[in-house]
């Protein structure tokens, strides 16, 4: 009796196509990483700026609170460049209507900007309104 018998098993041409197609594979997917790095590098800066913000336009919030200070236009300091990333910020105020004052004079509305720069960086301008409070009534702020 003559029997074959196939052992079962991959050739050597099955495993250096199956080896082929794992380093294309790999090569496409390694490739995409730096890209990755790259945004995941961007949105931290995003994230660090925009926090920053937030507590700067927190702490204006806090300050307005009080009428006097909001009718001064006193605004605190701008946010430190070491929390920014290395950005540069400047804060502006204006008063977008200008026909709503007081008898007067004071706004009734606030516009306060915080606007970041940096070299090689975009620019973030981060906005917020801010209304006049309004006194006790029948005291010195009515």
């Given at each position: 009796m003559n029997r074959t018998t196939r052992e079962a098993g991959?050739?050597?041409?099955e495993v250096l196509i199956a080896l082929a197609i794992f380093t294309v594979l790999s090569i496409a997917v390694l490739g995409v990483l730096?890209?990755?790095?790259?945004?995941?590098?961007s949105n931290q800066?995003?994230?660090?700026?925009?926090?920053a913000a937030k507590a700067f336009m927190e702490s204006?919030?806090?300050?307005?609170?009080?009428q006097s200070t909001f009718d001064a236009g006193?605004?605190?300091?701008?946010?430190d460049t070491s929390l920014m990333g290395g950005l540069t910020c400047?804060?502006?105020?204006?008063?977008?209507?200008p026909t709503w004052v007081t008898a007067t004079g004071?706004?009734?509305?606030?516009?306060?900007?915080?606007?970041?720069?940096?070299?090689?960086?975009?620019?973030?301008?981060?906005?917020l309104d801010f209304g006049r409070?309004?006194?006790?009534?029948?005291?010195?702020?009515?």
């Amino acid at each position: 009796m003559n029997r074959t018998t196939r052992e079962a098993g991959l050739t050597l041409i099955e495993v250096l196509i199956a080896l082929a197609i794992f380093t294309v594979l790999s090569i496409a997917v390694l490739g995409v990483l730096p890209t990755l790095f790259k945004v995941n590098r961007s949105n931290q800066n995003d994230q660090a700026v925009t926090v920053a913000a937030k507590a700067f336009m927190e702490s204006v919030r806090t300050g307005y609170s009080a009428q006097s200070t909001f009718d001064a236009g006193t605004l605190p300091a701008a946010p430190d460049t070491s929390l920014m990333g290395g950005l540069t910020c400047t804060t502006s105020q204006t008063n977008p209507v200008p026909t709503w004052v007081t008898a007067t004079g004071s706004p009734m509305l606030r516009r306060v900007t915080l606007s970041c720069t940096g070299s090689g960086q975009p620019t973030y301008a981060f906005t917020l309104d801010f209304g006049r409070p309004v006194g006790t009534p029948g005291g010195a702020g009515s």
